[in-house]
């Protein structure tokens, strides 16, 4: 069983819906990541939470909004989405923020349609 | 030209075989390199670090090239169980912000 949960595991939303998603990691890390893993493409960094503080926004349209409660939890906020925003969001965590391990949760796959 | 590449495969090998896989980085100054797996419908999982000196884990051997840029992975007596998608991973920075992921090679044992 993994420590990074996700829900939920699968969305399928019209592009005018408001949505989130969330991540949970059981393994008291400090940084957590939201990755967009779209087909024949490279994992793609969206958002670095690291102690609760947004480090990096890789220009991520604003209509993915995340949020990080605590170092536990973390959301991505989805609202007028795009069909081409269809993909898979992986939830990612790491103790410390150099250490080149990511524990990954199983992904959230989302469609717009 | 991409910051990681690798050929996408996919690769179909009998088992028992030996399989490499290489992966090439653009950018000299990268700092760390790491192949990840991923199985298919699941998350990636970190497989191994690579050092310079190159390093082995079990039936997998990873090493580095800094020189031409490049890193491989090498899995001798390949199982049924090795299918799956290989990630490069390479650190183009300092901080896993910088973690710059390989599109993946998919690699299939045949029975």
């Known amino acids: 069983e993994t420590g990074v949960t996700q829900t939920p595991r699968h969305l399928v939303m019209g592009m005018t819906n408001k949505k989130s998603l969330k991540c949970e990691q059981h393994?008291?890390?400090?940084?957590m990541y939201w990755y967009k893993q779209s087909a024949k493409k490279p994992l793609e960094l969206m958002f670095v939470?690291?102690?609760?503080?947004?480090?990096e926004n890789n220009s991520v349209p604003s209509r993915f909004s995340p949020e990080c409660p605590n170092s536990s939890h973390l959301f991505l906020h989805l609202h007028t989405l795009q069909p081409e925003d269809s993909a898979l969001y992986l939830c990612?965590?790491?103790?410390?923020?150099?250490?080149?391990?990511?524990?990954f949760g199983e992904g959230s796959r989302l469609t717009v349609l | 030209r991409k910051e990681v590449e690798q050929d996408p495969g996919p690769f179909n090998v009998p088992e028992g075989a030996t399989v490499a896989f290489n992966c090439t980085y653009s950018n000299s100054a990268s700092q760390s390199f790491f192949w990840y797996r991923q199985d298919c419908r699941k998350e990636p999982k970190l497989l191994m670090s690579?050092?310079?000196s190159g390093n082995e884990d079990g039936r997998f051997t990873a090493q580095l090239n800094r020189a031409s840029q490049y890193i491989s992975l090498l899995i001798r007596d390949s199982k049924l169980s090795d299918s799956a998608t290989y990630l490069c991973v390479v650190n183009v920075g300092f901080g896993n912000e910088k973690l710059t992921f390989g599109t993946g090679t998919r690699l299939t044992i045949i029975p």
């Open positions: 939470y690291s102690l609760e503080e947004r480090v």
């Open positions: 990612a965590s790491s103790q410390g923020s150099n250490t080149g391990e990511l524990f």
């Open positions: 393994l008291g890390h400090n940084a």
């Open positions: 690579v050092y310079s």
